[in-house]
Protein backbone atom coordinates (compact mmCIF):
# COMPACT_ATOMS: atom_id res chain seq x y z
CA UNK A 1 0.00 0.00 0.00
CA UNK A 2 1.42 3.32 -0.90
CA UNK A 3 2.23 5.82 2.06
CA UNK A 4 -0.19 8.49 1.30
CA UNK A 5 -3.49 9.80 1.33
CA UNK A 6 -4.57 8.39 -1.78
CA UNK A 7 -4.98 4.95 -1.00
CA UNK A 8 -7.81 2.58 0.36
CA UNK A 9 -7.07 3.71 3.61
CA UNK A 10 -6.49 7.17 2.57
CA UNK A 11 -9.84 7.21 1.12
CA UNK A 12 -11.88 5.81 4.31
CA UNK A 13 -10.19 8.68 6.28
CA UNK A 14 -11.11 11.53 4.10
CA UNK A 15 -14.60 10.01 3.65
CA UNK A 16 -15.24 10.23 7.46
CA UNK A 17 -13.65 13.65 7.48
CA UNK A 18 -16.25 14.82 5.01
CA UNK A 19 -18.81 12.73 6.56
CA UNK A 20 -18.00 14.90 10.51
CA UNK A 21 -17.55 18.10 8.31
CA UNK A 22 -20.94 17.50 6.45
CA UNK A 23 -19.63 17.41 3.40
CA UNK A 24 -20.38 14.45 2.15
CA UNK A 25 -20.06 13.84 -2.07
CA UNK A 26 -22.57 13.65 -4.68
CA UNK A 27 -23.71 9.75 -5.07
CA UNK A 28 -23.86 7.73 -7.84
CA UNK A 29 -26.58 5.38 -8.11
CA UNK A 30 -26.07 4.26 -11.71
CA UNK A 31 -26.28 0.17 -11.94
CA UNK A 32 -22.97 -1.65 -12.22
CA UNK A 33 -22.24 -4.54 -14.14
CA UNK A 34 -19.69 -5.84 -12.38
CA UNK A 35 -18.43 -4.41 -8.48
CA UNK A 36 -15.19 -3.32 -7.47
CA UNK A 37 -15.31 -2.54 -4.00
CA UNK A 38 -11.64 -1.11 -2.79
CA UNK A 39 -12.00 -2.19 1.02
CA UNK A 40 -13.68 -4.80 3.09
CA UNK A 41 -15.61 -3.98 5.98
CA UNK A 42 -16.47 -6.32 8.87
CA UNK A 43 -18.13 -4.34 11.33
CA UNK A 44 -21.11 -4.75 13.78
CA UNK A 45 -24.55 -5.20 12.67
CA UNK A 46 -25.78 -2.28 15.38
CA UNK A 47 -28.01 -0.16 13.02
CA UNK A 48 -26.35 3.09 14.32
CA UNK A 49 -23.00 1.35 12.56
CA UNK A 50 -22.96 2.52 8.79
CA UNK A 51 -20.43 2.18 7.14
CA UNK A 52 -21.29 3.65 3.68
CA UNK A 53 -22.65 7.03 5.75
CA UNK A 54 -19.48 6.90 7.78
CA UNK A 55 -17.18 6.46 5.17
CA UNK A 56 -18.97 8.70 2.53
CA UNK A 57 -18.78 6.09 -0.77
CA UNK A 58 -20.66 5.38 -3.40
CA UNK A 59 -22.61 2.16 -4.03
CA UNK A 60 -20.15 -0.57 -5.04
CA UNK A 61 -16.75 1.21 -3.26
CA UNK A 62 -17.12 -1.22 -0.01
CA UNK A 63 -17.33 -4.80 0.86
CA UNK A 64 -19.48 -4.80 3.55
CA UNK A 65 -19.93 -8.17 6.14
CA UNK A 66 -21.70 -7.16 9.41
CA UNK A 67 -22.38 -9.46 12.09
CA UNK A 68 -23.30 -8.58 15.72
CA UNK A 69 -19.61 -8.19 17.74
CA UNK A 70 -17.75 -8.01 14.41
CA UNK A 71 -17.14 -11.04 15.46
CA UNK A 72 -14.87 -13.65 12.58
CA UNK A 73 -16.13 -17.06 11.99
CA UNK A 74 -16.40 -19.48 9.03
CA UNK A 75 -18.77 -18.01 6.94
CA UNK A 76 -17.67 -14.49 7.25
CA UNK A 77 -13.91 -15.64 6.60
CA UNK A 78 -15.72 -17.49 3.76
CA UNK A 79 -16.95 -13.91 2.10
CA UNK A 80 -13.50 -11.90 2.90
CA UNK A 81 -11.69 -14.73 1.53
CA UNK A 82 -13.63 -14.59 -1.97
CA UNK A 83 -13.67 -10.72 -1.88
CA UNK A 84 -9.53 -10.88 -1.15
CA UNK A 85 -9.17 -13.44 -4.16
CA UNK A 86 -11.78 -12.75 -6.66
CA UNK A 87 -12.25 -9.16 -6.34
CA UNK A 88 -8.71 -8.41 -5.81
CA UNK A 89 -9.64 -6.04 -2.54
CA UNK A 90 -6.53 -5.09 -1.40
CA UNK A 91 -7.74 -3.67 2.58
CA UNK A 92 -9.80 -4.99 4.99
CA UNK A 93 -10.47 -3.31 8.09
CA UNK A 94 -12.26 -4.65 11.52
CA UNK A 95 -14.35 -2.08 12.93
CA UNK A 96 -15.37 -2.16 16.10
CA UNK A 97 -17.54 1.04 18.16
CA UNK A 98 -18.43 2.26 21.04
CA UNK A 99 -21.12 0.79 23.33
CA UNK A 100 -21.33 -2.31 21.53
CA UNK A 101 -24.42 -4.37 22.91
CA UNK A 102 -22.58 -7.49 22.34
CA UNK A 103 -19.49 -7.05 23.95
CA UNK A 104 -21.58 -5.43 26.70
CA UNK A 105 -23.48 -8.73 26.64
CA UNK A 106 -19.85 -11.03 27.61
CA UNK A 107 -18.78 -8.42 29.83
CA UNK A 108 -21.53 -7.81 32.18
CA UNK A 109 -22.88 -11.41 32.38
CA UNK A 110 -21.40 -14.57 33.59
CA UNK A 111 -20.85 -17.56 31.02
CA UNK A 112 -23.10 -19.58 32.22
CA UNK A 113 -26.03 -17.46 31.23
CA UNK A 114 -25.32 -17.83 27.96
CA UNK A 115 -24.42 -21.36 27.59
CA UNK A 116 -27.70 -23.22 26.88
CA UNK A 117 -29.46 -19.91 25.49
CA UNK A 118 -30.65 -19.30 21.91
CA UNK A 119 -28.18 -19.06 19.06
CA UNK A 120 -26.56 -15.39 20.40
CA UNK A 121 -23.83 -17.89 22.25
CA UNK A 122 -22.39 -18.74 19.14
CA UNK A 123 -21.74 -14.93 18.68
CA UNK A 124 -20.88 -14.24 22.51
CA UNK A 125 -18.16 -17.20 23.14
CA UNK A 126 -16.34 -15.65 20.18
CA UNK A 127 -15.98 -12.33 22.35
CA UNK A 128 -15.65 -14.14 25.46
CA UNK A 129 -11.59 -14.46 24.98
CA UNK A 130 -10.48 -10.61 24.63
CA UNK A 131 -13.51 -9.49 27.17
CA UNK A 132 -11.31 -12.09 30.24
CA UNK A 133 -7.95 -10.90 28.90
CA UNK A 134 -9.27 -7.41 29.75
CA UNK A 135 -10.49 -8.27 32.83
CA UNK A 136 -7.15 -10.21 34.12
CA UNK A 137 -5.58 -6.85 33.57
CA UNK A 138 -8.28 -4.66 35.12
CA UNK A 139 -8.89 -2.85 31.86
CA UNK A 140 -12.81 -1.34 31.29
CA UNK A 141 -15.16 -2.28 28.68
CA UNK A 142 -13.84 0.41 25.89
CA UNK A 143 -10.43 -1.58 26.02
CA UNK A 144 -12.73 -5.19 26.13
CA UNK A 145 -14.47 -3.47 22.89
CA UNK A 146 -10.65 -2.55 20.92
CA UNK A 147 -9.44 -6.29 22.24
CA UNK A 148 -12.17 -7.63 20.95
CA UNK A 149 -10.92 -5.91 17.40
CA UNK A 150 -7.13 -7.35 17.52
CA UNK A 151 -8.78 -10.43 18.58
CA UNK A 152 -11.23 -10.86 15.20
CA UNK A 153 -8.20 -9.80 13.29
CA UNK A 154 -6.18 -12.68 15.07
CA UNK A 155 -8.91 -14.74 13.47
CA UNK A 156 -8.32 -13.97 10.33
CA UNK A 157 -4.74 -14.14 9.99
CA UNK A 158 -4.39 -17.17 11.93
CA UNK A 159 -7.50 -18.95 9.96
CA UNK A 160 -7.38 -18.13 6.84
CA UNK A 161 -4.05 -19.27 4.61
CA UNK A 162 -5.64 -16.99 1.95
CA UNK A 163 -5.45 -13.64 3.80
CA UNK A 164 -2.32 -14.56 5.52
CA UNK A 165 -0.30 -14.95 2.26
CA UNK A 166 -1.76 -11.75 0.71
CA UNK A 167 -0.49 -10.23 3.61
CA UNK A 168 2.84 -11.65 3.46
CA UNK A 169 2.91 -10.69 -0.42
CA UNK A 170 1.74 -7.18 0.15
CA UNK A 171 -1.16 -7.25 -1.79
CA UNK A 172 -3.90 -7.46 1.40
CA UNK A 173 -3.11 -5.16 4.78
CA UNK A 174 -5.72 -5.32 7.55
CA UNK A 175 -6.25 -2.32 9.98
CA UNK A 176 -8.53 -2.43 13.28
CA UNK A 177 -10.19 0.86 13.84
CA UNK A 178 -12.86 2.22 16.27
CA UNK A 179 -16.26 4.14 15.31
CA UNK A 180 -17.48 6.92 17.93
CA UNK A 181 -21.36 6.53 18.30
CA UNK A 182 -21.44 9.83 20.00
CA UNK A 183 -19.01 12.31 17.69
CA UNK A 184 -19.00 9.92 14.22
CA UNK A 185 -15.33 9.83 14.06
CA UNK A 186 -13.07 6.83 13.68
CA UNK A 187 -9.74 5.85 15.08
CA UNK A 188 -7.47 3.59 14.18
CA UNK A 189 -6.50 0.93 16.72
CA UNK A 190 -2.48 1.20 16.99
CA UNK A 191 -0.47 -2.17 16.68
CA UNK A 192 -3.01 -3.40 14.42
CA UNK A 193 -1.87 -2.62 10.86
CA UNK A 194 -0.81 -5.61 9.18
CA UNK A 195 1.93 -3.11 7.21
CA UNK A 196 4.21 -2.09 9.08
CA UNK A 197 5.32 0.78 6.87
CA UNK A 198 2.30 2.64 7.85
CA UNK A 199 1.88 3.67 11.68
CA UNK A 200 -1.00 5.68 13.29
CA UNK A 201 0.01 9.03 12.88
CA UNK A 202 0.99 9.09 8.98
CA UNK A 203 -2.86 9.51 8.88
CA UNK A 204 -4.37 10.13 12.19
CA UNK A 205 -3.81 14.09 12.41
CA UNK A 206 -4.92 14.24 16.49
CA UNK A 207 -4.91 18.52 16.15
CA UNK A 208 -7.67 18.04 13.59
CA UNK A 209 -9.53 15.71 16.11
CA UNK A 210 -11.21 18.26 18.15
CA UNK A 211 -13.05 20.75 15.63
CA UNK A 212 -14.64 17.25 13.83
CA UNK A 213 -15.80 16.21 17.38
CA UNK A 214 -17.38 20.22 17.23
CA UNK A 215 -19.08 19.78 13.63
CA UNK A 216 -20.82 16.06 14.34
CA UNK A 217 -22.09 17.83 17.26
CA UNK A 218 -23.86 20.15 14.63
CA UNK A 219 -25.06 16.80 12.55
CA UNK A 220 -26.80 15.25 15.29
CA UNK A 221 -28.94 18.42 16.29
ZN1 LIG B 1 -21.94 -3.71 18.25
Same mark, same amino acid.
Given at each position: ?????????? %???? =???? +??????????????????????????? #???????????????????????????????????? +??? %? +?????????? =??? =?? =???????????????????????? %? %????????????????? #?? &??????????????????????? #?????????? &? +??????????????????????? #????????????????????
Amino acid at each position: MDNDMDNELG %KLLK =GNER +YLMQQQCAKNFECMSKQKPFAIIVTCS #DSRVVPELIFDVNIGELFVIRIAGNVVGNDVLGSIE +YAV %K +YLHVPLIVVL =GHE =GC =GAVNAVWDTSPCEHANKDNIRHIL %K %KIKKPVNKVKEKDGNIG #DA &IIENVKEQITTIMTKSPICAEFV #DKNKLTIIGM &I +YSISNGGITIIPNTNTDKSLTHA #DFVDTKKAAPQVTQIKTLKN
